[in-house]
Structure formats: C-alpha cells, structure tokens
C-alpha cells in the first residue's frame, strides 16, 4: 500500500479535495501504454494505491510515469491560470 500526500494548494474541480482530484485525473488521464492505476480518496489530502505481488517492476516505472505526467500536467494548469 502506498499513501500519496496531495497538497491542498492545488486547485480543484467541483468543490473536490485534493486527494478526490488527483484521484479523478488519475482515472481518467491517458498515458503512453494506457496503464491503469486504482487509487481512493483516503482524506482530503492523502490518496492510496494498493500495488498486488502479480505486478512487475516495469509496471511500478508505467505507473509513476503516468503519476508524474498527471501531477505534471495539473502545475501546468495551475500556472497558467496565474
């Protein structure tokens, strides 16, 4: 099990926590080998990912490549409403 802290600071869509939006986009972002990672709101700012023993450690690296262009991403849009 994994708990990821997202920072309140980032902005949010419909009156979601944090942890609720970057679950969301998580869900619903496209990456490169269309890798599919589960997470939860687990409080307003923690979201968990729970990783099975079936998974190999390329699909860790697809999974936090596909992390990092979500969180990526989000900055960007951030900075550019600023």
Not at 5 to 29: D, I, P, Q, W
Not at 36 to 52: C, D, G, H, Q, W
């Amino acid at each position: 099990m994994v708990i990821i802290n997202v920072s309140e600071k980032l902005k949010t869509a419909s009156g979601r926590t944090a942890a609720s939006e970057f679950c969301h986009r998580m869900a619903h972002t496209r990456s490169a080998h269309d890798v599919s990672v589960k997470l939860i709101p687990f409080t307003a700012m923690l979201a968990r990912a729970v990783f099975y023993n079936a998974i190999s450690c390329g699909d860790v690296r697809l999974a936090l490549n596909k992390l990092k262009t979500v969180i990526t991403e989000w900055i960007a849009e951030i900075d550019t409403e600023t």
